[in-house]
């Protein structure tokens, strides 16, 4: 329970990247021991979303530029290979899902709050990644996913960010439906990769919200 209470407040954006994280403030809170909390802590170490650095201490993981960056074109090419698949395997009533899940992000955008859209385009995405067929292939994007989770996000606050990730799922969708994995795996790796301004614009908003701790403990 501690460990997914604290995966989700990380995931979500409430525990930033480079925030420490103090076993007895987590246990007070929860009315606990420091044992399950500590447990807890190493499990988040071990997948990566903590880190803990002797007589300093235990820190949300930020990642440094080159591994995000390296992280991030991993997650396009899975993506890409899962939009590929969608494309040749997805049933009509997939289609209808991915339709529906379409719809969905349009009617957040129009609202223009990041939250809500982003837990639309979270679905539409896990909809392309059980499109593919492979749950092996769904796992290890999922996993990766959830890592970057926090990065992803934060792009959406980005201006006008929003609509291009909608523009871009429209392309995706529509060419999984027609049934060209070509063109899925173009608009999908398109989707995800970080270069150019996009890259610029997200280096700016991570240095901005930066939790001044992390600064000490960049390591790449």
Known sequence: MVREQLED?????????????????????LNMSRTPVREALQQLESSGLVEVFP????????????????????????????????????????HAELAQAMSMCEHEAQHGDVNSYYRANENFHHLVYKASA???????????????????????????????????????????????????????RCHVVVQGQRFTDLIALIRERAVPTANAIQTD
């Open 134 to 188: 492979n749950q092996f292939l769904q796992h290890q994007t999922l996993q990766l996913k959830n890592r970057l989770k926090p990065y992803r996000r934060m792009q959406l606050q980005i201006n006008h960010r929003i609509g291009q990730s909608l523009a871009e799922h429209r392309d995706l969708c529509n060419a999984i439906v027609a049934g060209d994995a070509g063109k899925a795996s173009a608009a999908a």
């Open 9 to 29: 407040d990380i995931i979500e954006g409430r525990l930033l990247p480079g925030a420490q994280l103090h076993a007895d403030e987590i246990a007070a809170s």
């Open 55 to 94: 007589k300093r201490g235990t820190y949300v993981a930020a990642l440094g530029v080159s591994t995000m960056m390296e992280m991030f074109e991993v997650m396009a090419e899975l993506e890409a290979l899962c939009a590929g698949l969608a494309a040749k395997r997805a049933s009509t009533a997939v």
